[in-house]
């Protein structure tokens, strides 16, 4: 099987190494907090190697969108801009 360099930088522990994993997959799972983290192809096309040689960057969660939703679901009724003023001396 033919394995390919993912630089994982975790977004809930702060792990980060460079590991191997298939070409095929769309998380790998942190080898310190076991959290899953997304798999995004390092040049943005799939099948090329960035300047590094990596393939795939692990940046940030998996299911991004459903966690969203879920906080859509908890704090969906409050306004999203919140209008204030920034004072001045002499205000």
């Given at each position: 099987?033919?394995?390919v360099k993912v630089d994982l930088q975790c977004p809930y522990c702060g792990f980060c190494k460079i590991l191997k994993t298939a070409?095929?997959?769309?998380a790998i799972s942190c080898p310190t907090c076991k959290q899953p983290v997304?798999?995004?192809w390092a040049?943005?096309?799939e099948g090329e190697l960035d300047e590094y040689g990596y393939y795939?960057?692990?940046y940030?969660?998996?299911n991004i969108r459903r966690i969203n939703k879920e906080f859509e679901d908890v704090f969906g009724g409050?306004?999203?801009n919140i209008p204030?003023?920034?004072k001045t001396r002499g205000e």
């Open positions: 099987m033919n394995r070409p095929y997959k769309k997304f798999l995004s040049t943005g096309i795939f960057y692990a940030e969660p998996f409050l306004p999203s204030y003023k920034i």
